[in-house]
């Protein structure tokens, strides 16, 4: 299933990325906890909004109420509502929790809080840089383990949403030449066995082809087309 960069407020989160100078697999992942922890809106939410008329009740029984979590993610607990509102220039969020709803401080509160480690200590340089991107271990930033596996797989969605289109030329079965020879290689280097790296479109290639776009969360039609191309390439780990 493609991802629709335009939904919701993602838009505005993907300018306050820019803002603040994270790199694409950075992006990538900011991205991925926002739709996470609004169950795919990406609109700001309170914290247990899913229990519906259930959810104020509920939330009066934890021990941060009303300091509760609000926002693109859970920002809980006084003293962090205190700190983001430091950090962001004295808005008023301790006066008025409600604020980080607001989709302007909600995207500014997960953007700046990821980047610099704001909830937990880690920051998305600690485990998404230069030098790789792990986004099972980037699930740290936000809290411990929890989901990571799940949430690394929506990273790479987006990853692959925020790749450059590359011009390669569609291939397909039974298509031969330089091409698919490069198709190949890709794939290798992503782990997907294609046998020899001959330029020829065969059925172990478009076995290998089926399975990328598979794990990748893309139609598996096994034609290499331009999402499949920025997928694969984004896979070289290469900013």
Not at 77 to 90: I, K, P
Not at 168 to 192: C, I, K, M, W
């Given at each position: ?113 990821a980047r610099d480690g704001w909830f937990t200590g ?58 698919v020879a490069q198709l190949q290689t890709r794939l290798l280097e992503s782990g997907y066995t ?46």
């Amino acid at each position: 299933m493609k991802l629709d960069l335009n939904h919701g407020c993602s838009t505005l989160i993907l300018q306050h990325a820019r803002k603040a100078g994270l790199d694409r697999r950075q992006t990538a992942y900011v991205m991925a906890t926002a739709s996470w922890e609004t169950a795919g809106t990406m609109e700001p939410v309170r914290e247990a909004y899913y229990l519906g008329h259930r959810a104020e009740p509920y939330r009066k029984t934890l021990r941060y109420y009303p300091a509760y979590g609000r926002g693109f993610v859970q920002l809980t607990w006084a003293r962090n509502y205190a700190f983001a509102d430091r950090a962001l220039g004295g808005i008023g969020l301790t006066r008025e929790y409600d604020l980080a709803l607001q989709p302007e401080i909600a995207a500014q509160v997960l953007v700046k809080g990821a980047r610099d480690g704001w909830f937990t200590g880690v920051c998305l340089s600690d485990h998404i840089n230069a030098t790789g991107a792990d986004y099972v271990s980037a699930r740290r930033i936000i809290n411990g383990r929890d989901c990571a596996e799940q949430i690394a797989e929506i990273a790479r969605r987006f990853e692959a949403a925020l790749s450059p289109v590359p011009s390669y030329p569609h291939v397909r079965f039974g298509d031969s030449g330089r091409a698919v020879a490069q198709l190949q290689t890709r794939l290798l280097e992503s782990g997907y066995t294609t046998g020899a790296v001959d330029g020829i479109f065969g059925v172990k290639t478009e076995g290998a082809l089926r399975r990328f776009q598979s794990d990748r969360g893309l139609d598996n039609d096994a034609i290499a087309g331009p999402h499949t191309w920025a997928a694969l390439i984004a896979d070289e780990r290469v900013l």
